[in-house]
């Protein structure tokens, strides 16, 4: 009986306002997670059941994944995808931050000049720069090489933008004591600042990872060799002129989306709490 009025008592409390926005909620969740799930249950569909749009595979096969590893180049984009995001990444962390402190602990003429024009190339899209960047490719040999794919984007606005904001965020005391006892700026750049600001750190680095993993125009007009596609211009090279071979693409489609969902599932409470604090920061 005390069990069935508190029943009552919490559905009273219950306002319609929140069920209409839980309703949504779930509706929109289930809009986002549709593409997904059908996306996994055609990479265990054959060629013959591709167009069915059951969910649960008539007949559950692993003939596609099987040939990605075999037959393609996959294991090989993996590899490229991975050294040329991690590369990029370290890049931005340490050039980004190392700027960003500059721009904020430091005075010098022309400082205001510098941070708006760093912050211009925000505004600049990515499309705009594709033809400078292929001349400077071609001038210097860099088409078809790893670095020629990396070097765009090794440092970036947004980075700085973001590092300059924290830092500046920092005590000028604690700085200025570490100057009096005698520590180079690189050394306190490195042990104080640094460790500081690892919200920050952790979330630029997240996303420019996942934002080189993802990248396709750059990769795709600067590589011609296959040994050297990435994980987006790999999967693009499985459709074909007059047929394509869904199954196949959808299998390479989730082999390629595991490490960007296991990067959000561990480091998830890295990137909400830099998203947070650099809006605050702003």
Not at 16 to 29: A, D, H, S, V
Not at 61 to 81: A, H, P
Not at 155 to 164: D, K, N
Request: charged share 15%; aromatic share 16%.
């Amino acid at each position: 009986m005390i069990d069935q009025t508190s029943r009552i008592a919490y559905l009273e409390k219950i306002k319609p306002g929140k069920i209409i926005i839980w309703t949504l909620l779930f509706l929109g969740g289930v809009v986002m997670i549709t593409p997904l799930a059908f996306m996994i249950s055609t990479s265990f569909k054959t060629g013959s059941e591709v167009f069915n749009l059951g969910i649960i595979p008539e007949n559950p096969t692993l003939k596609n994944y099987v040939y990605i590893w075999t037959e393609s180049k996959f294991s090989r984009w993996i590899l490229n995808s991975l050294w040329v995001a991690t590369f990029s990444t370290a890049s931005v962390v340490f050039f980004d931050s190392l700027v960003g402190y500059t721009l904020a602990k430091f005075t010098f003429r022309g400082q205001t000049i510098v941070f708006i024009a760093i912050l211009s190339t925000l505004m600049i899209p990515t499309e705009m720069l594709i033809i400078p960047w292929y001349m400077m490719s071609r001038t210097f040999g860099w088409v078809d090489t790893y670095w020629g794919i990396a070097f765009p984007g090794l440092m970036t606005g947004f980075g700085t933008f973001l590092m300059r904001q924290f830092f500046m965020g920092l005590p000028d005391e604690l700085i200025e004591a570490a100057r009096i006892d005698g520590w180079s700026e690189f050394a306190i750049w490195s042990k104080i600042a640094m460790p500081l600001v690892v919200p920050a750190l952790s979330a630029l680095a997240i996303f420019h990872f996942l934002g080189n993993w993802t990248a396709f125009i750059w990769p795709l007009i600067v590589t011609n060799d296959p040994d050297l596609y990435t994980i987006p211009v790999g999967l693009a090279s499985f459709n074909g002129e007059f047929e394509t071979d869904w199954e196949i693409v959808m299998t390479a489609s989730c082999l390629a989306t595991l490490p960007t969902l296991l990067v959000f599932l561990l480091l998830q409470k890295f990137i909400i709490r830099g998203v947070m604090l650099a809006g605050l920061k702003g």
